[in-house]
């Protein structure tokens, strides 16, 4: 889809704002601290309907107001299919509203993945580099943006788990834990499976992308599951073969779940590990990575991330690159400028403080001046 106009009221430092764009997509310049970034977030939060920042609801809101209210009209090109995407949210009784073409869904999650967008920023590295929560964190938005069913299953495991750690501390009978246990393998055993299928269909992609940056080197992505996987990780395993080591696994910590008053096994202790190198001279980047390899990584993953979009929706995704460049030397900047340059966008956004690294893709985009959160075509 391409984002024809954005309005955004009491959204962080944007006040009341209304932009439109063109096809191509536009350069968006300004000083720190202007609203650069905070524009991406409101243009995402259509996407997921939470801050790709990881802030709360009640922190986009502008200081001292009560709510926001985002708005975008879309498009997929001339002639063909629009949609207006909205989401409002009041601090007063934490309430979120979302509706596409006017209409509320049931629930938020059915309206996700409208946008069909992918942002990178420099915090990206975090994911790499950062605790594990962070890499859950992006494997359960992308399976939530592709996979029929994923965010249910997610919805439903983190109730079930958070009732289940409650009844651990409370000291319950094993009969009463094990009426709970059905239902976290039933859906945890849809998340490993979701996630060990991802991660084996992209892993080839990943190295590619990798290697593309690097000039050569070689990296892999691994899915390390908290429940022993069965016969070995692989896009092979069902889900039944996941629900049955999920089984067993519980059985076997439950005495020790019991004394910790914790839920010890399952896809809420999952990790994703990525590896530089081969063999044995192989290297965690998270622990021995050096920042530029970090980096190399966590772009090469989220370019991954788009192409599963595409391949999940049959259309260009919508790019926003948020200073992903800064951090590069000048050889991997140049490899990152050609991949993304190679690949197919539907629209492209790029921030920068400086007008002149817009070489980068930049070229043919409109350029945008960001204010303090007012956003005008120079
Ligand atoms: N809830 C809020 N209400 C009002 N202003 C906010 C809110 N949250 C953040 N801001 C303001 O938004 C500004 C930061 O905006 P943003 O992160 O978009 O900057 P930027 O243009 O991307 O800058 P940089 O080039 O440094 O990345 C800050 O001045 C900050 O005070
Ligand atoms: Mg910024």
Partial sequence: MLLQRISIRNFRNFEDETVDFPERGAALIGDNGQGKTNL???????????????????QLVTFGCGHFRVEAHLSAGAGGEEVEVAAGYAREGRRKKVTVDGREPDRVGEAIGQVGAIVFTASDVEIVAGGPGARRRFL??????????????????????????GLLRDDASPAELAAW??????????????????????????????????GGREAEMEYAPSIPAPGGV??????????????????????????????????????LRFWVGAGPEAMQLRTFGSAGQQRSAAVALRLVEAETLR????????????????????????RVVELFTAEEWGQVFVTSPKPSEFAFMGDSLAEYRVVSGTVRPV
């Fill in 181 to 214: 246990n059905a239902g976290l393998v039933d859906a945890g055993s849809r998340l490993a499976e979701a996630r060990a299928r991802w991660v084996g269909s992209r892993q080839a992609s990943f190295a590619r992308y990798y290697s593309a940056i690097s």
């Fill in 40 to 58: 991406l977030e409101a243009i995402y939060y259509l996407e997921i309907f939470r801050s790709f920042r990881g802030a709360r609801d009640e």
């Fill in 140 to 165: 359960d938005i992308i399976l939530s943006l592709v996979e029929p069913g994923y965010l249910a299953a997610l919805q439903r495991y983190r109730q079930i788990l958070s009732q289940r750690n």
């Fill in 311 to 334: 391949a999940a929706r049959g259309r260009l995704p919508i790019v926003m690159l948020d200073d992903v460049l800064a951090e590069f030397d000048p050889q991997r900047a140049g």
């Fill in 234 to 271: 692989g896009p092979v395993v069902s889900r039944e073969r996941w629900a049955e080591a999920f089984h067993v696994e519980i059985e076997r910590v439950t005495a020790k779940e019991r004394r910790r008053g914790l839920t010890l096994v399952g896809p809420h202790r999952d990790d």
